[in-house]
T-cell receptor, first 113, second 113 residues
Framework: DGGITQSPKYLFRKEGQNVTLSCEQN?????MYWYRQDPGQGLRLIYY???????QKGDIAEGYSVSREKKESFPLTVTSAQKNPTAFYLC????????????FGPGTRLTVL | GEDVEQSLFLSVREGDSSVINCTYT??????LYWYKQEPGAGLQLLTY?????DMKQDQRLTVLLNKKDKHLSLRIADTQTGDSAIYFC?????????????FGSGTRLQVQP
């Protein structure tokens, strides 16, 4: 089955710790994205990558870092510098030729204790 | 930056039509999208419309675009309880270097049996 997966579904972190969220896709998509969703708000773009070994900051990149060493994978690290990390994190991918086929993963809910 | 706005909540009775509205500020938007999010899940693309179109119909879904007023709507005919979800409007601009979508804050649709 082709798709985009995120793990874990729920993640708990102590304040001051870094944590890495996984995102994998087997759709052969070039572009991948990380969004953050807070209650009552839309999705805000954290980082995106159009191609392997390249990525760009989105609107709220501070306190986050990413890597794109493989086409299939785009992990997001939430660092201790992120002031309010508790949120629902969504990963997406698309073919890169256009944005009309952007597929989303099921999301990871991160809670900082 | 560009902005996309939606009302927060809509309640309808089963069998009625639902109309979810969205306004956007980017006059150069290339495509406009409607996504559906069920509780605790990722986003599912419902439909999209190219900016030079006025209307698109897909089974129970009708999208209307008023480019002059920068207004987009999604009509769901014969609304069912399974349509209860959050609906996000989004836009993209293929002419900029930003290859990502801008989302509204979402409209929660509640369908009363």
């Amino acid at each position: 089955d082709g798709g985009i997966t995120q793990s874990p579904k729920y993640l708990f972190r102590k304040e001051g710790q870094n944590v890495t969220l996984s995102c994998e896709q087997n759709l052969n998509h070039d572009a991948m994205y990380w969004y953050r969703q807070d209650p009552g708000q839309g999705l805000r773009l954290i980082y995106y990558s159009q191609i392997v070994n390249d990525f760009q900051k989105g609107d709220i990149a501070e306190g986050y870092s990413v890597s794109r060493e493989k086409k299939e994978s785009f992990p997001l690290t939430v660092t201790s510098a992120q002031k309010n990390p508790t949120a629902f994190y969504l990963c997406a991918s698309c073919s890169g030729r256009n944005l009309n086929e952007q597929f989303f993963g099921p999301g990871t809910r991160l809670t900082v204790l | 930056g560009e902005d996309v706005e939606q009302s927060l909540f809509l309640s309808v009775r089963e069998g009625d039509s639902s109309v979810i509205n969205c306004t956007y500020t980017d006059s150069s938007s290339t495509y406009l999208y409607w996504y559906k999010q069920e509780p605790g899940a990722g986003l599912q693309l419902l439909t999209y419309i190219f900016s030079n179109m006025d209307m698109k119909q897909d089974q129970r879904l009708t999208v209307l675009l008023n480019k002059k007023d920068k207004h987009l709507s999604l009509r769901i005919a014969d609304t069912q309880t399974g349509d209860s979800a959050i609906y996000f409007c989004a836009e993209s601009n293929e002419d900029t270097g930003r290859r990502a979508l801008t989302f509204g804050s979402g409209t929660r649709l509640q369908v009363q049996p």
